[in-house]
């Protein structure tokens, strides 16, 4: 069972999903929260495998509440649920660590996928979101920042791989390399790139389009 946390300040809003997530039989909802606040103090008691974060709170929004449970040190992953745009939303709740981003038009088909691809260790983007970011950048990321052409084909791949949340054995796999070998390229990556956490190879991997979408082939 995953183990969630609803935050949303509409009770309405919270009741229909929580309804919905009890109705696919492998969703345990641990509690639910109204306010960014409350959210934080309910991850740090309860610390859920997921929490299910709306953004648009009064008092501490969900892209600081996110934030704050990311920095808590538990092993909970934050899906954020919102009716924003994307393209508006997306990098700030990136930045703050959430792994997955959803809008609540399409929660009743794609929720579930959401989820179980956070509990395996994968980010999870709708298609829309990440097209979006492919479309603005061609060549390289915001401000001039280093892109993709100082990589090689194999670092492209591995990044791309490892963005999704790919443990180094399943990256190994699936480019036919050794495990030792992937790491030579992730750190190569890293190093050309000035990045270092999982959270900015995923920025980095979005804005500059090597982050295929959900559904893509």
Request: no cysteine; glycine share 10%; charged share 30%.
């Amino acid at each position: 069972m995953v183990r969630v946390l609803l935050v949303d300040d509409h009770n309405v809003v919270r009741a229909g999903l929580r309804a919905l997530l009890e109705s696919m039989g492998r969703v345990d909802v641990v509690g639910e929260a109204s306010s960014g606040e409350e959210a934080v103090d309910k991850a740090r008691m309860l610390e859920p495998d997921i929490v299910i974060m709306d953004l648009a709170m009064p008092g501490m929004d969900g892209v600081e509440a996110t934030r704050r449970i990311t920095g808590l040190g538990i092993d909970t992953k934050v899906l954020v649920l919102t009716i924003h745009d994307e393209d508006e939303f997306l990098i700030p709740a990136l930045d703050a660590g959430a792994e997955g981003f959803l809008n609540k038009s399409v929660a009743d088909t794609d929720l579930l996928g959401a989820l179980e691809a956070l509990v395996h260790g994968h980010s999870y983007l709708p298609r829309r979101a990440a097209a979006l970011l492919a479309r603005r950048k061609t060549g390289g990321t915001a401000s001039g920042d280093p892109g993709p052409d100082m990589l090689s084909s194999r670092e492209r791949a591995a990044v791309g791989l490892y963005a999704r949340g790919f443990s180094t054995r399943e990256m190994a796999r699936e480019m036919a390399l050794s495990p030792k070998t992937v790491e030579g390229y992730i750190g190569r990556a890293k190093t050309k790139l000035g990045l270092h956490t999982r959270r900015e190879i995923v920025r980095f991997a979005l804005e500059a389009g090597l982050l295929r979408a959900e559904g893509e082939q």
